[in-house]
């Protein structure tokens, strides 16, 4: 099982790039979300997928635009990068979207933008 | 809003040492309390949850945290830390259980020294 797996691992972009952050995972699992860390605020929800065809903001959505086409891919799109969007991404999911089952999180991708 | 706060940034210990990493949450209603780890380079992992019932939780790792109500407190707790030990340390709390609404402390980072 690979788990969640997060690409590119590492990432510099200029302002007004555009990008994406691929997500995927093998564990047939509903709930998909996006995280941004950043130091001394923990982590922040970006936006979820409950299902595929299903998304939602979160706390911090603004910039960042999802899909859910397959159960398996919640890819992450940054349309016109900023360098307030400098930050360590996380993916995470799990099989349902509570607490009843485990959030399974991807290794990160750490984005720069200058 | 609920709100998670976390004490302390960072809290350096020597191998061997008890140790205490301090959360408090503020919420009105009822609410699910957790604890992640973040090992370096890694994303997330789940340390211990309380969803209801006895107040004390425990991990397999030997750790455990104490839900207590009248204090709006979820400690975390180890008698005797490791060089192992050594990660970041995220409470999390959700006033409902689902991920969506899930927020994160700022994080401690607990370094143990031999």
């Known amino acids: 099982n690979a788990g969640v797996t997060q690409t590119p691992k590492f990432q510099v972009l200029k302002t007004g790039q555009s990008m994406t952050l691929q997500c995927a995972q093998d564990?047939?699992?509903?709930?998909m979300s996006w995280y941004r860390q950043d130091p001394g605020m923990g982590l922040r929800l970006i936006h979820y997928?409950?299902?595929?065809?299903?998304?939602d903001q979160g706390e911090v959505p603004n910039g960042y635009n999802v899909s859910r086409s397959t159960t398996e891919d919640f890819p992450l799109r940054l349309l016109s990068a900023a360098p307030s969007q400098t930050s360590v991404y996380f993916c995470?999911?799990?099989?349902?979207?509570?607490?009843?089952?485990?959030?399974?999180f991807g290794n990160g991708t750490r984005l720069t933008v200058t | 809003a609920q709100s998670v706060t976390q004490l302390d940034s960072q809290v350096p210990v020597f191998e061997e040492a008890p140790v205490e990493l301090r959360c408090n949450y503020s919420?009105?209603?009822?609410?699910?309390l957790f604890w992640y780890v973040q090992y370096p380079n890694q994303g997330l992992q789940l340390l211990l949850k309380?969803?209801?019932?006895?107040?004390l939780v425990e991990s397999i790792n030997g750790f455990e945290a104490e839900f207590n109500k009248s204090q709006t407190s979820f400690h975390l707790r180890k008698p005797s830390v490791h060089i192992s030990d050594t990660a970041e340390y995220f409470c999390?709390?959700?006033?409902?259980?689902?991920?969506?609404?899930?927020?994160f402390g700022a994080g401690t980072r607990l370094a143990v020294h031999p």
């Open positions: 997928s409950v299902g595929a065809g299903i998304t």
């Open positions: 564990m047939n699992h509903e709930y």
């Open positions: 995470a999911s799990s099989r349902f979207p509570s607490y009843n089952s485990p959030l399974h």
């Open positions: 919420s009105s209603v009822s609410v699910y």
């Open positions: 309380y969803l209801s019932g006895s107040t």
């Open positions: 999390a709390a959700s006033p409902s259980g689902g991920y969506n609404k899930l927020i």
